[in-house]
């Protein structure tokens, strides 16, 4: 059965760093992976993503800061965030698409910023 496992969360200060893993087991191979984040009492929202082909997005929020990433024998996703900064604390969660088009949802780790 699917299952994607997130870690790499925690609390940092302004200015700091943090990477995130999401790593999937149990897909044969995907091809579309994404890192979504979720503030309190705010919608969940796309930060970033990246295909099988390795072409990357970046909300504008988090462009120059945040890495995208993804180690296709592993079916991993990392998200490498820099020069953190109090908005960016949320909830967040890993998306992977697998070659059939199903998506899958990771269990969502928190990131604390503080100033």
């Known amino acids: 059965q699917v299952q994607l496992v997130e870690s790499g969360g925690g609390l940092v200060q302004a200015g700091g760093s943090l990477r995130l893993s999401c790593a999937a087991s149990?897909?044969?191979?995907?091809?579309?992976m994404a890192w979504y984040q979720q503030a309190p009492g705010k919608q969940r929202e796309l930060v970033a993503s990246?295909?099988?082909?390795?072409?990357?997005y970046y909300a504008d929020s988090v462009k120059g800061r945040f890495t995208i990433s993804r180690d296709n024998a592993k079916n991993t996703v990392y998200l490498q965030m820099s020069s953190l900064k109090p908005e960016d604390t949320a909830v967040y969660y890993c998306?992977?698409?697998?070659?059939?088009?199903?998506?899958?949802w990771g269990q969502g780790t928190q990131v604390t910023v503080s100033s």
């Open positions: 149990g897909i044969i191979s995907s091809i579309h």
């Open positions: 990246i295909g099988s082909g390795g072409g990357t």
């Open positions: 998306k992977i698409r697998d070659v059939r088009l199903d998506d899958y």
